[in-house]
């Protein structure tokens, strides 16, 4: 394969939820003893929730939640599952695919589930999950890009989710994943690859390695975006239409253009360009002060103090900028053996 290539699904919608958030006793009990008499049902109970799976809908994952004073049910799609059952767990339901048969089989199955008055407008929808999966060779790794994700994305250092439990898996994961809470839900880049090894799922790679994309809209979002008399088959097709769109904004407003370059090929870029002598030693002191921060945010404040003016500091961004080379290094530690590597606005075609 060549270097990156997007998969065939494209940009569209993995994973939607459903849920009905209040419910009387009396009604999720007629609930669950439908669902758990019916033979294509198998259920895994862990208190105080019920985990329920259709074999004939593989697509759904039904939770019917009691506690003492909430009572809910959260239904859990893989979206493109309901139009082809046949498909794995990896793909997506691209923004090309039939939207509207998409409305008419998921309220079937729910009716078909829950009973007649259980429509799927008689659900809220409170999560969508938009994502494209990345192939990369590799010399491309999705780890690396993992973390050159979270040294150059814009975001304040309160807002990323890490794991903080110190054991071993869960320092793996933040190795692979890397997420951040944003106004509409979260954002999340991981080595897709990694995940299904860490819950025992074999899918015969596609590629060296897998990098996969997510905006995940919560229900707030969800709502504000939706007219006031949308029903969840046009929410769910407005997303699947335009999470291209989506995910072009997004990273247009939380990462800067340019190739990532090894601090060296920085240097050598710099110094070859035609800047004038001041703006070429501001741009090396950013090169030597960013290339042990952490996150973007930690870069910002190493740079902005060596170089004592703000008003240079952003001189600078655009001066990278006319050079179509990103402000944040490749790592020291990373054995890579290249001098650059694609920017996230390559990897997704949006630098034409």
């Keep these: 394969m060549q270097e990156y290539e997007i998969t065939k699904d494209g940009f569209g919608i993995h994973t939607f939820e459903l849920s009905i958030p209040y419910l009387r006793k009396a009604e999720l009990d007629t609930i669950t003893k439908k669902i758990s008499s019916e033979p294509s049902s198998g259920i895994d109970e862990v208190k105080p929730k019920s985990f329920y799976v259709h074999t004939k809908y593989p697509c759904?994952?039904?939770?019917?939640?009691?506690?003492?004073?909430?009572?809910?049910?959260?239904?859990?799609?893989?979206?493109?599952?309901?139009?082809?059952?046949?498909?794995?767990?990896?793909?997506?339901?691209?923004?090309?695919?039939?939207?509207?048969?998409?409305?008419?089989?998921?309220?079937?199955?729910?009716?078909?589930?829950?009973?007649?008055?259980?429509?799927?407008?008689?659900?809220?929808?409170?999560?969508?999950?938009?994502?494209?999966?990345?192939?990369?060779?590799?010399?491309?790794?999705?780890?690396?890009?993992?973390?050159?994700?979270?040294?150059?994305?814009?975001?304040?250092?309160?807002?990323?989710?890490?794991?903080d439990d110190d054991s071993e898996i869960n320092k793996l994961k933040n190795e692979h994943s890397f997420r951040v809470r944003t106004h509409f839900g979260t954002f999340t880049a991981y080595d897709k690859y990694f995940q299904l090894e860490n819950i025992n799922v074999n899918f015969e790679a596609v590629s060296d390695a897998l990098l996969r994309l997510e905006l995940e809209f919560n229900r707030r979002h969800i709502h504000n975006t939706a007219n006031e008399n949308c029903g969840n088959a046009e929410i769910l097709k407005f997303y699947l239409r335009n999470s291209r769109k989506i995910f072009e904004e997004f990273i247009f407003s939380r990462f800067d253009k340019g190739r990532y370059y090894t601090v060296k090929k920085m240097k050598e870029i710099v110094e070859n360009s035609d800047l004038t002598k001041c703006e070429k030693k501001h741009a090396q002191k950013h090169i030597e002060s960013q290339c042990y921060a952490e996150h973007y945010c930690n870069a910002v404040g190493k740079s902005k103090k060596k170089l004592k003016s703000d008003r240079a500091f952003y001189n600078m961004l655009s001066n990278f900028g006319y050079l179509n080379m990103s402000t944040i290094s490749l790592s020291y530690r990373g054995k890579h053996g290249d001098d650059s590597v694609p920017s996230l606005y390559e990897l997704l075609g949006f630098d034409s």
């Design 60 to 163: 759904l994952r039904i939770y019917l939640n009691q506690k003492k004073h909430m009572r809910y049910i959260r239904v859990i799609v893989t979206a493109n599952k309901v139009l082809h059952p046949e498909a794995d767990y990896l793909s997506i339901l691209n923004e090309n695919d039939d939207a509207d048969l998409l409305g008419m089989k998921m309220n079937y199955m729910l009716t078909d589930i829950f009973g007649y008055e259980y429509g799927l407008d008689k659900f809220n929808l409170s999560r969508i999950d938009c994502c494209v999966n990345v192939m990369l060779s590799n010399d491309f790794s999705a780890e690396r890009y993992v973390k050159l994700i979270s040294r150059s994305m814009k975001c304040q250092e309160h807002l990323i989710v890490e794991y």
